[in-house]
């Protein structure tokens, strides 16, 4: 089984930097995709961003394309979530979660691995 833990949230002001971790865990394949979704109070999850294990493909929220930068350095079992330009809209609870397999997927009801959550929130 694989675990998932996020770290690197936190408080920053809108336009600063912030860059999430992922730590993975347990058995895990080169067919292997991990992606960041984030969740805030009253809306549904969705996705932000997916990384193939290889690092080989990416793919991103229109709202974040441009912004975020999705990562991972697999000797140390970590996906990153670099996070520039910060909106308020970005306020919400980021969570990586992981699924076997290489295709697109953007719902979270694909990803059987879910990491505890990290919160971020982004001051006006």
């Known amino acids: 089984q694989v675990q998932l833990v996020e770290s690197g949230g936190g408080l920053v002001q809108a336009g600063g930097s912030l860059r999430l971790s992922c730590a993975a865990s347990g058995r895990t394949f080169s067919s292997y995709t991990v992606a960041w979704f984030r969740q805030a109070p009253g809306k549904e999850r969705e996705f932000v961003a997916a990384?193939?294990?290889?690092?080989?493909?990416?793919y991103y929220a229109d709202s974040v394309k441009g912004r975020f930068t999705i990562s991972s350095d697999n000797s140390k079992n970590t996906v990153y979530l670099q996070m520039s330009s910060l909106k308020p809209e970005d306020t919400a609870v980021y969570y990586c979660a992981g699924r076997y397999g290489t295709s697109f997927a953007a719902s979270g009801r694909q990803y059987a691995h879910w990491g505890q959550g990290t919160q971020v929130t982004v001051s006006s």
């Open positions: 990384i193939t294990w290889s690092g080989s493909n990416t």
